[in-house]
């Protein structure tokens, strides 16, 4: 059965207030537990995972709601997602294999990335807990890493919320790339040389895709602000670091040690 779609105007309002509440500051960390209440809301679904998995770590699965419990199956959905997935899940096989970081369901992975044998085990095993249909939305996937919200419920996911869904995916990717950022310039000693220079988070941020060779237009779409914005945290980062160009900048903080080491 599809799900028609259903108050997209209350939908987009929602998202937007979110997103314009997360950028309000600066944004270290996704906040999982709220993405994932309006993924539900939005989408009527009965859990969401975020999985992720960091280099040299095993995979970490977390689910919402807290006190879902899929008719009793909570313990082996919590148990496959960490140690099984990676060869089970039709979605997750796709990802690892091409590097590809469409939104997608269960559904739509090609033949050659999960045959008949692999689907019809992944039923077997999901159709108990109430959520068979799932559909990714990854925001990094890469040889050694990747991050998704996994969306679950027990009927498949109509072409329209398929569109939103990728709408809402660029979103979630641009967001874990604020977090990316902003944490790579807030480890080991970098806070002190930055907080003596009063340079704020933001800033930061900027200042570490100026020195990988970002424009500001590039800078904005990476960090979700304007460009007009972008050169208004230069201008600030100019007149602390004491320069007047970037080329000046990216040189004067590399002398103090501003970037970690790459």
Not at 3 to 20: F, G, I, K
Not at 106 to 124: L, S, T
Not at 144 to 156: E, K, L, T
Request: aromatic share 6%; hydrophobic share 45%.
């Amino acid at each position: 059965m599809n799900r028609p779609a259903t108050n997209c105007a209350r939908r987009e309002r929602e998202w937007l207030d979110l997103v314009a509440d997360l950028l309000s500051a600066p944004l270290t960390e996704l906040p999982e537990d709220r993405l994932t209440a309006l993924l539900q809301d939005t989408f009527g679904l009965l859990a969401t995972a975020y999985h992720y998995r960091e280099p040299g770590q095993v995979p970490v699965q977390r689910m919402w709601p807290l006190t879902e419990q899929f008719s009793g199956h909570r313990a082996e959905v919590d148990h496959w997602g960490v140690h099984c997935s990676a060869t089970g899940h039709p979605v997750l096989r796709y990802y690892l294999a091409t590097g590809d970081c469409r939104a997608m369901q269960i559904q739509d992975v090609p033949d050659r990335f999960a045959d008949r044998a692999v689907v019809g085990a992944w039923w077997e095993v999901a159709r108990p807990w109430g959520a068979p249909s799932q559909l990714a939305l990854p925001v990094h996937v890469g040889p050694q890493s990747h991050r998704a919200f996994v969306m679950g419920r027990a009927d498949p996911f109509a072409p329209d919320e398929a569109r939103l869904a990728m709408v809402l995916q660029r979103l979630l990717r641009g967001l874990d790339r604020q977090v990316t950022a902003l944490a790579r310039h807030l480890d080991g000693p970098v806070p002190d040389v930055a907080t003596s220079l009063r340079l704020t988070p933001r800033e930061l941020a900027v200042l570490g895709q100026l020195a990988d060779g970002l424009t500001a237009a590039a800078i904005g779409r990476r960090l979700l602000i304007t460009e007009r914005t972008v050169h208004k945290h230069l201008e600030r980062v100019y007149a602390k670091l004491g320069v007047r160009d970037r080329l000046g900048a990216v040189l004067r903080a590399q002398r103090l040690g501003l970037f970690p080491e790459r």
